[in-house]
């Protein structure tokens, strides 16, 4: 998968669970889509978890339409 592509999965994860009154935590959707990136961003994974504030995943999302 491409990145824009697996947000686009996890985006619409999200939204499924909040059809049915599910909320997840922004915080626990950065650290999954972290967790579940392959070694290849392995740079970009700890560069990001180790920031002293996460961003956003619901933010980050304005350039996946």
């Not at 999965?9 to 915080?27: G, M, P, Q, R, W």
């Not at 990136?37 to 619901?58: E, G, N, W, Y």
């Amino acid at each position: 998968l491409f990145i824009k592509e697996y947000a686009l999965e996890i985006k619409n994860l999200c939204n499924s669970f909040a059809a049915i009154s599910l909320l997840v935590d922004d915080e626990e959707v950065v650290h999954t889509c972290l967790y579940n990136l392959s070694q290849s961003f392995s740079l970009h994974k700890t560069t990001i978890a180790t920031r002293d504030t996460l961003p956003m995943f619901s933010k980050q999302l304005v350039w996946i339409s």
